[in-house]
């Protein structure tokens, strides 16, 4: 029954839909407004779903990931001619040909990811930043102050990769100098905790791009997690 509803998700208007019923739209919207974009800058959403929050987007230049055909589908009719939309997962070998990225968005997309696939898209992100370009990442999660509802809404989760904070933050500073972040609940209509994690400063800032790039054929590729259930 639960996987069924689950299911339902990859019904697109259906998984916008209940976004918007549910406040989680406020979520990205806050997420978005925290990156103070500005006009012109370089923006890398991966696992940008359907982007159903493009539009509050200043005029960036703006490129979408995602391994969901009927996301970016979708996407696609909607915003395409204003942005790419690519159906795949980002991996080293994007690092050649990507511009660099003022902002990376990683909406929903970090509890779909086992630690090892999280650190290398963590560590991608960081290569691909731009100086002084800023990460976001906003997931579900596990905490301690979190009712039943809540924890029952994390335990069922489409990903599996639900963490309490620490987990996030561990994972985070491997690729980041500045990481922070806090937990949001009492956000949604439905009670349910989210972590929302912002990094800055690439760790190894002395493996510049051009370093990444010269050994981008010796890099882990971030593997992409198809079907993932949330
Ligand atoms: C919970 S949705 C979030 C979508 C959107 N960012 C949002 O906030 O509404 C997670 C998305 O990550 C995508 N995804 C999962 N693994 C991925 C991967 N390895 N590469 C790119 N996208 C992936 C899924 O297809 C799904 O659309």
Redesign the pocket.
């Known amino acids: 029954m639960l996987a069924w509803a689950k299911g339902l ?1 990859g019904h697109v208007p259906l ?2 839909a209940l ?1 918007r019923a549910i406040g ?2 406020q ?2 919207n806050r997420c978005i407004s925290e990156l103070e974009l500005k006009p012109g800058e370089c923006v890398l ?9 493009f539009e509050r987007l200043p005029a960036v230049r703006y490129i979408g ?4 055909r009927r ?1 970016i589908d979708y996407a696609r009719r909607r915003w395409g001619d204003r942005a790419e939309f690519r159906c ?3 991996a080293a070998t994007h690092l050649a040909e990507l511009p660099q990225a003022d902002a990376v ?5 970090l ?3 086992s630690d090892d ?1 999280s650190a290398n ?1 963590l560590n991608l992100a960081a290569r691909l930043l731009a100086p002084g370009g800023r990460v976001i990442s ?1 997931d579900t999660c596990f905490e301690p102050s979190q009712g039943r509802i809540s924890r029952w809404m994390s335990e069922n989760d ?2 599996r990769h639900v963490r309490q904070p620490e987990g996030f933050l561990a994972l985070a500073r491997e690729a980041f100098d500045a990481v922070d972040g806090e937990i949001l609940s009492g956000v949604t209509r439905v009670p349910s905790s989210f972590w929302l994690m912002r990094m800055r400063s690439p760790a190894h800032s002395s493996t510049a791009r051009s370093l990444a790039h010269a050994r981008s054929e010796s890099l882990p590729s ?7 259930s ?1």
């Open positions: 998700l998984y916008v976004q989680a739209d979520l990205r959403d991966v696992g940008c779903g359907p982007a159903y929050y990931f995602d391994t969901d996301y795949e997962a980002i968005l990683l909406m929903g997309l509890h779909h990811l696939e898209l906003l489409r990903g971030w593997q992409g997690v198809a079907n993932p949330t």
